[in-house]
């Protein structure tokens, strides 16, 4: 069965790095998202793309957050410089329609 | 803002006991999802449900969608050991693809 796909599973970075999080989507979905978890803490949606660009954004999703399909089948969620609260499980989701699928998640500790 | 309030947060039950957990709203949403969360992992998709009064039914899980498209329950019946975790119910925005989640019933069914 397909399914969304993320790397690496956990990432440590230092404050003030920039992280790359990675997402495979299930192969024929057209849109695309990012969500984040805080520990103990709501699902929360972060970006959605569609045909090659940004169709709706969450207000945490600052100047600090890009996304990109850099081929046919990968999609990016980078950090730019990385504060000590962007500290979440990110999850990436597909679907071809309102059905999301999720990804297993990338853990993201920043020190 | 779109929120969704699940009830109650935390159940925890015997083993062949029947349990309803509530997703309440004040907004309308274009569909609802019910998901399931292991810790560490992603939301698994559980199901979908569109039309407003409509019931799906997954072995002993039974979901409702509510009339007007703002609420929904999910029914479990004879409760077993195997559906300890966290189920998330999420919304679909109207005009919008993002999910809107709520926080969680954590389900705990002891033998």
């Known amino acids: 069965e397909p399914e969304v796909t993320q790397t690496p599973s956990h990432q440590v970075t230092q404050m003030g790095q920039e992280v790359i999080l990675r997402c495979v989507p299930i192969?024929?979905?057209?849109?695309f998202y990012w969500y984040r978890q805080i520990l103990g803490q709501k699902v929360e949606f972060l970006v959605s793309?569609?045909?090659?660009?940004?169709?709706?954004k969450s207000e945490i999703f600052d100047d600090q957050f890009s996304v990109e399909r850099p081929d046919g089948s990968n999609f990016t969620l980078k950090i730019r410089s990385t504060k000590l609260e962007d500290s979440a499980m990110y999850f990436c989701?597909?679907?071809?329609?309102?059905?999301?699928?999720f990804g297993p998640g990338t853990r993201l500790t920043v020190l | 803002t779109q929120l969704l309030e699940q009830s109650p947060q935390f159940l925890s039950i015997q083993e062949g006991e029947n349990l309803t957990v509530y997703c309440n709203s004040s907004?309308?949403?274009?569909?609802l999802q019910w998901y399931r969360q292991e810790p560490g992992e992603g939301p698994v998709l559980l199901v979908t449900?569109?039309?407003?009064?409509e019931v799906k039914k997954l072995k002993r899980l039974t979901f409702q969608f509510g009339d007007a498209r703002k609420d929904s329950s999910l029914h479990i019946t004879a409760a077993q050991p195997g559906d300890t975790g966290l189920y998330l119910c999420?919304?679909?925005?109207?005009?919008?693809?993002?999910?809107?989640f709520g926080q969680g019933t954590r389900l705990t069914i002891n033998p």
């Open positions: 989701a597909s679907s071809f329609y309102d059905e999301q699928f």
């Open positions: 192969s024929n979905h057209l849109y």
């Open positions: 793309f569609y045909n090659n660009e940004i169709s709706e």
């Open positions: 907004s309308v949403f274009s569909s």
């Open positions: 449900v569109v039309t407003g009064g």
């Open positions: 999420a919304g679909v925005v109207q005009g919008a693809q993002k999910l809107v």
